[in-house]
Every structure is written in structure tokens, then in C-alpha cells.
């Protein structure tokens, strides 16, 4: 019996490449030639080429079809190795315990995938944030720009500058992908670019406001991107494991263990976006009322402290790793709606565009954008204390666009930020 699985495993393999070598490609231009257009209308801006998406999407089916049939070869003769001198009662501990080894295995080669996430997608605007980022990123590889533009940040960046516009005006030398998360802070942005390594990243767009610096070390985020392998540098650049005991611990486990790591998408996806933490249309549009007195609490929890410090040094290291990978950083001196700013002690404004400004003495590989060379923003550009509306993200959209291009002439051709 398992060897005649193990054959026809292997059979069903082999016939899943053939059949990618000879029909990926003539089935994918097919399918696009009829729906491309609503295709490329649902990916909402991240990907230009039905074609080149969907013939991606049956190549990786054929590899987690690889994938899930070699693991459960193995996992079935390992499981009856090992439960040969175990009494008939008890075989199953071993088949379980191989078992979700393999399943650990497989979601973290499968999560190296874009057709896995898909597995995820629960719509626009109500799929997890985690199955969204890694979905926009891998995208981001399959297509052809010579140039690949990064908008990093929190969810500020995602109200600032819209990718689908800037795309538009960039044409096709340079394609933009918006990886946000909600509630980035500083160690966020050298997270990321941990997790940019293995992908074409040539200049990365940062958003920074007060709250990226002065407001908890640790983000919602972090979790999610931290592990054992961003511990020494966590520890090395001052970081603390009793700011956050369980997002520390959550993140260390979640590094461990894929499937625990991948519960808030696995849950969304079964049970809906509410289940998995997303805030429904009518709570984020209760949240725009009483801005003044919302700005007074929020306002009291942004301050400088040892975790600010670390934020600072945290940010300094991203730079300077981004220089060493030979990518630009460009650095928005960004704000908060006025209502908010201020309540919030100026020094904080000050501290940070100073640190700015020594960032870009200090790393050649920087780009200031100072408030000055930004659009000037009001409370009527605001649909709340820290997003911009759809007016004001227009004129900022363009304004980096413009950057962008002056970025992409050659060296003489250049304009001055």
C-alpha cells in the first residue's frame, strides 16, 4: 500500500510538470486573452500581466502539489519506522508528532508562495493584513520594472500616497508595491527589510510621523515579523523583552511554529474579518468623531524615553543596512493632522527631523524630503487624527511621483528635492 502511493505520488508529479511545461503558459495567455482586463481590475493595482500572473499561480500549484505529496510520502514511512516497536495502541503518537513537523514544514515553504496566500483572500479591505503583505510582495517580484519602489511605513503611507496613481504616472521603468502594516513603528521598517532580502527592493518610500518614534518600540506588527534570528540584533541595539512580554513571546513562538504564526489569517479567513481583529466600515468612520478629545489621550502616550531612544537606533540600522544592499531611502518628514500635533510637545517634531537631517548627512544613500518639499497638509485634509483624505492623498501621490522620476534620470539630469 505505501509503496503504491509512493509510486503513484510520484507519477501524479511528474504528470503535474509535464502538463505545467506544455500548457502553463498557452492556458494562462487563453484564460487572459478572455477575463484579462477584470483580472487585472480585481488585483486592484498589483500586478499589470493576467498572463504572466496566472501562468506564476500554475507553476506554484504544481509545486505545492510536489510539496504536499513528498511531505506525506515521508511523514507515512517515517511514521511506520518508527511505530514498529511501539504496541498497536500507541502508533499514533508517532504518525502525529511527524506529522505536524511536516505540516510546520509545509506552510513554511507553501508561505513562500503566492498562490498559498490566495488561499487566504477574503476580499478587499476585509482580508488579514499578514495574507495582504505577503501577497503585495510577492507580486511585487513578477513584474518587469528595471525598478522597484517600496512604500514602506504604517497605515499613514497607505492614506498618503496611492500606488495605483503613482504607478500610473511613473510608467513602465518603475513599479511601486505599498507594503504597509497597520501601527508600524521604527524596528518595523529594519524588519522589513530583513524581509525584503531574496526580493528586487531599489528604493524604499519611508512615511515618518511622531508615532513612529515616540509611541512603544513595539508595534501590533512585530509579532509577525519578529523571530530568533531578529533577536541578537533586537538585544544588541537595546531592546528590552519586558516592554511587550506577549508579542515577544508570541513572535519567538510564532518563528517556531508556521502554523501558530499563520492563526489570525487561517481564523479570518474561516470565520470572517471581525473574528480576526479587522475594524468593521462603521466603527473606522465612529472613530473620526470628538477629534479633539481623542488627540488629548493619544497625544499623553507620545513622549520620549528609553523606548524612543531605541527607536532612533533601530531606524539608524535600517539605513544603514538599506546602504550596504545597495537601495536608497527615501525619507519623508511626515505629520499628523494638526489637532494632533498640536497636543503634542514640539521637541518630539524637532528631535525627529533633526535625526532626519543627520540621517542624511551621515548615509549617502538618502533621499530628506523636508516638510517644505512636501505638500502642506491642514485639518481639512485629515479624515482623522493620522490619515490623509483622498484630496490630499492626490497631491502627495504626485509630488513623490515627480521624486521618483528626477530619481530615475541620470545623475545630471537631476533636480533638487
Known amino acids: 500500500m505505501k509503496r503504491s502511493f509512493a509510486l503513484g505520488s510520484l507519477v501524479l508529479t511528474v504528470a503535474a510538470w509535464v502538463g505545467c511545461a506544455l500548457l502553463a503558459r498557452p492556458l494562462a495567455v487563453g484564460i487572459a486573452h478572455r477575463w484579462g482586463p477584470e483580472i487585472v481590475r480585481k488585483g486592484d493595482g498589483k500586478f499589470s500581466n493576467a498572463a504572466v500572473f496566472l501562468q506564476h499561480r500554475i507553476y506554484e500549484g504544481a509545486l505545492l502539489l510536489t510539496l504536499t505529496l513528498g511531505l506525506v510520502v515521508v511523514i507515512v514511512t517515517l511514521g511506520s519506522l518508527l511505530a514498529r516497536r511501539i504496541p498497536p495502541l500507541w502508533k499514533w503518537i508517532p504518525y502525529s508528532a511527524i506529522g505536524f513537523v511536516g505540516l510546520n514544514l509545509w506552510i513554511k515553504v507553501a508561505a513562500g ?17 499578514l495574507t495582504q503583505f505577503h501577497i503585495k510582495l510577492l507580486l511585487m517580484d513578477e513584474n518587469r520594472a528595471p525598478t522597484k519602489v517600496v512604500l514602506a511605513g504604517s497605515s499613514q503611507v497607505r492614506t498618503q500616497i496611492d500606488h495605483r496613481r503613482l504607478n500610473h504616472q511613473l510608467g513602465t521603468n518603475v ?138 537606533a ?37 528631535k525627529i527631523l533633526a535625526f532626519l537631517a543627520q540621517l542624511a548627512t551621515k548615509y549617502d544613500n538618502v533621499v530628506l524630503l523636508q516638510e517644505k518639499d512636501l505638500p502642506t497638509q491642514t485639518e481639512a485634509d485629515y479624515e482623522d487624527l493620522s490619515h490623509a483624505n483622498s484630496a490630499a492623498q492626490i497631491r502627495f501621490t504626485e509630488a513623490i511621483a515627480r521624486i521618483l522620476q528626477d530619481l530615475d534620470q541620470p545623475e545630471h539630469h537631476r533636480r533638487s528635492p
Open 175 to 312: 513599479f511601486a508595491t505599498e507594503l504597509h502594516f497597520p501601527g508600524n513603528h521604527s524596528l518595523d521598517f529594519l524588519l522589513l527589510d530583513r524581509k525584503l532580502r531574496g526580493h528586487k527592493a531599489d528604493i524604499i518610500v519611508c512615511y515618518l510621523s511622531e508615532i513612529v518614534f515616540f509611541n512603544s518600540a513595539v508595534s501590533p506588527g512585530f509579532p509577525l515579523f519578529f523571530g530568533f534570528r531578529e533577536l541578537p540584533e533586537f538585544l544588541r541595539l537595546g531592546g528590552k523583552p519586558q516592554w511587550a512580554p506577549r508579542p515577544f513571546v508570541l513572535g519567538l513562538l510564532g518563528s517556531a511554529l508556521p502554523i501558530f504564526w499563520l492563526r489570525d489569517s487561517v481564523e479570518e479567513r474561516l470565520f470572517g474579518d471581525q473574528a480576526a481583529g479587522l475594524v468593521p466600515a462603521e466603527r473606522r468612520a465612529s472613530l473620526a468623531s470628538d477629534l479633539h478629545q481623542r488627540a488629548a489621550v493619544w497625544a499623553a502616550g507620545i513622549r520620549a524615553d528609553p523606548q524612543s531612544d531605541f527607536c532612533f
Open 113 to 129: 508562495t503566492c498562490l498559498f496566500w490566495c488561499l487566504f483572500w477574503n476580499g478587499k479591505g476585509t482580508t488579514n493584513n
Open 314 to 350: 533601530a531606524f539608524d540600522k535600517f539605513v544603514a543596512q538599506c546602504r550596504s544592499e545597495g537601495k536608497r531611502v527615501i525619507l519623508c518628514s511626515g505629520q499628523m493632522n494638526p489637532i494632533l500635533a498640536r497636543q503634542i510637545d514640539p521637541a518630539l517634531r524637532a
